[in-house]
């Protein structure tokens, strides 16, 4: 069929159980060890299957000598049955929390710089509304949060969208840039020099990101462009802890987001050298599934991240 009533899976009377079979299919690539995991017989399981590709008029599976590997119609349904068998879940979820006098219980995904300020200012504002509301935050690279997302395990996320393959559904909302800023020790020798320039800095010993990270390359790129050569006495980590113990125990120099920077110094661990950097990450905003519908509690988290973003930036 070319087109399939939104429906469809109403008059298919699509089963829970057929949702589970095409994740342990994913899973196992064959089709007893699925039909075993499940407690099924191996005909049931194939009947279930074909009865599915019958109504739906696509393969979801190829059927290999050794196995069966999911076609691109496969691999769609089956990362839609994640996302059902995973709403169904929270939804029970929910009505627990519920019952207990809770308000509901939210799912949110997170990079590290809007969690310093962003996050916290928003989850404070929910808190007096909804004291009792319970907020998962999982704090990670774009990249692992968009998976989370894409498998139904985040009601929505803060990061930076990624161009690939499967990013089509989503909705996202842009929030302000990440500029980029030089951090040291405090009375670093560094902090009283006036008219700091790119030059100044370079010779210095530096923790970077790793080689192959998105900030590093940038970084690299900017003394390329002044005419100066990289860093060559360097530390590579991403750990925060060792590098604000490294930073406080050496002259060493670090470059992070300025929204980062701003909060360490703050609290009177590092301070942010006088030089404006030419280097700054893409913009970070809010990415959510574009059909997946927000439970009460995540709409009003997403209304306060909304409304603290509006207030700082």
Not at 175 to 198: D, I, W, Y
Request: hydrophobic share 45%; aromatic share 4%.
């Amino acid at each position: 069929m070319d087109t399939l009533n939104p429906n469809w899976f109403l008059r298919a009377r699509l089963k829970t159980r057929q949702l589970l079979l095409l994740i342990a299919l994913d899973e196992q690539r064959n089709i007893h060890r699925a039909a075993e995991e499940l407690h099924m017989t191996q005909p049931a399981a194939s009947k279930q299957i074909k009865d599915l590709e019958e109504m739906l008029d696509v393969r979801l599976f190829d059927r290999l000598p050794r196995g069966m590997e999911p076609t691109i119609f496969g691999e769609t349904m089956i990362r839609h049955a994640r996302m059902a068998l995973t709403s169904l879940s929270l939804a029970h979820d929910d009505i627990v929390a519920l019952k207990s006098g809770l308000t509901g219980q939210v799912e949110v995904g997170i990079i590290m710089t809007p969690a310093m300020a962003l996050l916290p200012r928003a989850i404070a504002r929910i808190k007096q509304q909804a004291p009792l509301m319970r907020i998962g935050v999982h704090v990670e690279h774009s990249n692992t949060l968009m998976d989370m997302l894409q498998h139904g395990k985040l009601d929505f996320m803060i990061g930076r969208i990624l161009e690939k393959e499967g990013s089509s559904g989503l909705v996202y909302e842009e929030l302000t840039e990440e500029p980029a800023s030089v951090v040291a020790r405090n009375g670093h020798p560094l902090m009283s020099r006036k008219n700091l320039q790119l030059k100044d800095i370079s010779d210095q010993p530096w923790i970077l990101p790793p080689q192959g990270s998105i900030l590093r390359h940038r970084c690299d790129m900017m003394f390329r462009r002044a005419g100066l050569e990289p860093p060559v006495n360097t530390v590579d980590t991403t750990a925060l802890l060792l590098i604000t113990s490294l930073l406080q125990q050496t002259d060493s120099l670090h470059v992070m987001p300025t929204e980062v920077a701003h909060y360490y110094q703050s609290l009177n661990v590092l301070s942010i050298l006088p030089i404006e950097l030419p280097c700054k990450m893409d913009a970070f905003g809010i990415i959510r599934q574009r059909d997946h519908l927000l439970s009460p509690g995540a709409d009003m988290l997403l209304k306060a991240v909304l409304a603290t973003a509006k207030d700082m930036y």
